[in-house]
């Protein structure tokens, strides 16, 4: 079988061995309930503690601002929700932008049916929201403003901290899923002005089903799974140790090497670009072009559409997606190059590429490699490529 | 998630391309949509004896007009009619639910292709001397 | 030091070995998002679908009714919040227990705030509510009853099926928190006659932090976690795939061994209830004595309170807890014990010991042997001993 | 979740028992809310010589019992009642959060008992014929 070339992360990144050690011992011997009073207990309650702390640490806040959950999508969850029951007395106007992962934008029209409404901030055609819309949006019923540090398709970093800034002058909570750039990019609570931010480990090297909320002291969210009183009593369950322990593993580990994969990576990434937009016509990139996540590559292949493309490359041993990974499946083409401004057939035929820490030249220009041959064929057989076949090469 | 027989005609996709002296043409979907099934056919003596597509979809799109094109070579017109998206879904040994509706396209694609030719029919044999 | 005696599987269980087994290849080769196109994701995929497959057949449900949670807390939210809102037009009454467990109780109190109104229905001394009781408490408005299988805590088992069948004949939603009895004794949802039912593998010797929840099709739930199209857009979330292979690897060998395990067990539950309440006087056996979990033992120890208990205990060796896990840190006591009319006092005084599939004979002889000192100690040093030093030896 | 000296103190409680000839006695708590301690001092030239406790209660309740034996013994009466809750939990290098409430029981046992000795004095003072 070929060797695979894994360009999804994205999508979710493989788990560290030395994470995968730090957790075993508590799917092994270490198996006591912290909540217990017993040694074994102690042992887990002091896992959990410590992780609290380092992952704290880590972001700039206090221990007690950390609340441990079951992934990204629970931790934009718990904010989105509970600020805004928390605040419903305050008003009922949420503000989030138009290219949120739906773990945000799928809660917040969840909570139009609650008598909440919502503003959908557009961005500009590199995915930038604007500061002067948000500033314009704010009314007197503001109770909290959700915008992602990082867009988990193109890439994009958003200006956080000047919006945090703004909304820290009006006392408006501010939220932003960090999911995409802890452990990529320096992420700090303070320098960002956030309130609450989200994080999930397996976007940077860590287990599966377990994530972080912050919540900045006095910031005030209601529970999304009430019961048992673990979490300070804001996120009921039996704490998944070792999933919090490889969190914290993960990420002090993917933030001591921060700086030269980083590095690296953005190198990879121009290459990338530069070799497959040299060597295939009309084709462009998506997102911004600097305002970018190192890792991530977003293009559109005009003609023809993105999951034959995968397919093909799948053949060839890359492993892609195309738009996010969660709506790949539906026929919608992505919501978030749609709010681009591009037309529904070019969004179709999206092309994510996200690189990792274990990703070589090698792979880069493998793909650089198989994609012209795999985008002519798809285009040979495309009805729309007959009719633009003169189109001048893409930008 | 796709059959085996889908991946393999996703992968050799028979009868790519062109008819530029078809008989009958037929266009389903839209850029918008995400799918967009262009097939040409050729008829001799009442029979469908070529068929091409060209396809801008997903790999369930591009497998149901392969295997469309398959199916109806060598049909009678009628025979070629009773081609329904479900001929077609059972014939790649089913698609995921999500899909379904490609084979759909492939079914409608064909049908609009016969009336075409269909209808120059009718003008050929009406009006005798029409581009036929 | 000390061989360790674990005697608190009810708060939390070993994983078993094979468990882990099953799980390590999900946790390094086979990372792949089940939602990708490539490869990598489909065997990824067809785990998770396998595993839900397994999980619904042992349930006696279909796969399309199996809901992958993050635990035994979240499947209780989802079903209780999920339900709620999803028929909140339908009506705004709700029935739960008075003994059941926080993440279905205060989740019930939570939806007072949104403007549901909810029966607490009592239970006898012996933690069984009546059939009659619920039947009276059934209004028009009531959307849905949520009764536990076997309470944590006392161990007592429900007469689920009886009530599944009442509900059945209303059209009322009806919920269980089988939590405690999934891989423990038999659980059928045609059987029990319920739509929801709850379960978490961390209970039969799974892993931490998943769960499933059952929703029988047709009943209506609204998702807790909204965003990716995940578990059919009721949980959103990347699968958390080892801990799901996990979760359905622990359920099928725990219903394989089921029989002679809980066989086991049972005499061993009787050994040690007979053996302290042998030797040691003024000694309550709190919950049913047959309607009852194999492994669980709940006693009240009279003038002495729970958490001394507990930490004497620890010295030397067992591992025990006072009251529900979760709630042992609280310095109320049992909801549980007080709904069965004990007396605040005595209900301080609780020990839950709940064997397991590593419970041994001598395990059960040490603690019976250890256990008179301890009492004895303690309550020297009791204040209301004294007082009551003549009281009958405890029923 | 205790700290050592906590777990030593509970593990190894001091001057557990009754003073039959108490010169002063307190309780303080009670069954509801699953702490109560009752504590006797024997009182020589106005200063604490004995002191002795029963405690019902969790692991903090006993060892802040023990603590403030220990603490009180040799103490004057005034240096006695300047024993505060916060004086118990730092002899005890702290205490969770959750129990911090203990350590006011304690101290306010021995409140009690100081004031019950008072009292008895003055009785004695005044009467001189009482139970003193
Ligand atoms: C009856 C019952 N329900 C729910 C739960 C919560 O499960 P989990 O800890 O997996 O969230 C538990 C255990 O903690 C339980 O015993
Ligand atoms: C930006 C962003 N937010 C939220 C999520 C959801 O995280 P999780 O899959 O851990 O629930 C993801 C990834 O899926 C993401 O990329």
């Known amino acids: ?395 | 998630m796709y059959s085996e027989k889908v991946m393999e005609h996703f992968t050799n996709p028979r009868n790519v391309g062109e008819i530029y002296d078809a008989d009958g043409v037929g266009t389903e979907g839209n850029p918008v949509c995400g799918d967009i099934m262009k097939l040409w056919i050729k008829v001799e003596d009442d029979r469908v004896v070529d068929a091409r597509f060209k396809t801008f979809g997903c790999g369930a799109a591009i497998a149901t007009s392969s295997m469309i094109t398959e199916l109806v070579i060598g049909k009678t017109i009628d025979e070629a009619l009773a081609i329904s998206n479900r001929t077609v879904a059972e014939a790649l040994d089913g698609l995921p639910p999500l899909k379904m509706h490609c084979s759909n396209l492939a079914a409608s694609a064909l049908r609009r292709a016969i009336e075409d030719y269909l209808q120059k029919q009718e003008g050929t044999e009406t009006e005798n001397d029409n581009n036929g």
Chains 1, 3 share one sequence.
Do not use: W
């Not at chain 1, 609450?196 to 090297?205: E, G, M, Q, T, V």
């Not at chain 1, 972080?212 to 999304?224: C, F």
């Not at chain 1, 090698?362 to 650089?368: A, G, L, N």
């Open chain 1, 1 to 395: 079988m070929e060797k695979q070339i894994y360009l999804d992360h994205a999508s979710t990144t493989p788990m560290r061995p030395e994470v995968l050690d730090a957790m075993l011992p508590f799917m092994k011997e270490q198996y006591g309930n912290p909540s217990g009073v017993y040694k074994l207990a102690r042992k887990a309650r002091a896992a959990v503690d410590e992780s609290r702390d380092q992952v704290a640490e880590i972001l700039g806040a206090e221990s007690r601002e950390i609340i441990f959950t079951a992934g990204g999508s629970e931790a934009d969850n718990l904010a989105v929700k509970g600020a805004a029951f928390a605040n419903k007395r305050r008003g009922n106007h949420i503000i989030v932008s138009a290219i949120e992962h739906p773990a945000v934008l799928d809660t917040a029209k969840q909570l139009e049916n609650y008598g909440f409404s919502v503003t959908y901030l557009p961005v500009n055609d590199s995915g930038l929201v604007s500061l002067d819309a948000l500033a314009k949006a704010i009314t007197s019923k503001t109770i909290l403003v959700s915008i992602m540090h990082a867009n988990n398709e193109i890439g994009t970093i958003q200006p956080i901290g000047e919006i945090g800034i703004l909304l820290r002058e009006k006392s408006i909570p501010f939220h932003t899923d960090a999911v995409q750039t802890v452990g990529h990019i320096p992420v700090n609570v303070d320098e960002l002005g956030v309130d609450l931010l989200s994080l999930s480990a397996h976007k940077f090297y860590g287990p599966r089903g377990v994530g972080a909320l912050y919540v900045r002291r006095g910031t005030r969210i209601e529970p999304l799974i009430n019961g048992g009183g673990q979490e300070r009593q804001r996120r009921a369950g039996t704490e998944n140790v070792a999933g919090i322990v490889g969190l914290a593993a993960a990420l002090r580990m993917s933030v001591e090497e921060m700086d030269s994969t980083s590095k690296r990576l953005l190198l990879l990434r121009e290459r990338l670009i530069d070799g497959i937009m040299q060597s295939i016509p009309n084709v462009r990139l998506n997102g911004h072009r600097t305002h970018r996540l190192p890792e991530n590559v977003n293009l559109c292949f005009e003609f023809i559409e993105g999951e034959s493309l995968l397919l093909n490359l799948d053949m060839q041993g890359v492993a892609a997606s195309s738009g996010s990974a969660c709506t790949s499946g539906s026929l919608e083409p992505s919501h978030v190059l749609l709010a681009l401004g591009l037309p529904h057939e070019i969004a179709h035929g999206s092309l994510r590429l996200t690189l990792g820490k274990g990703t070589t030249q090698e792979d880069v220009d493998k793909t650089i490699e198989v994609l012209p041959g795999i985008v002519h064929r798809l285009r040979q057989m495309s009805p729309l490529y007959d009719e633009k076949a003169v189109s001048p090469i893409g930008q």
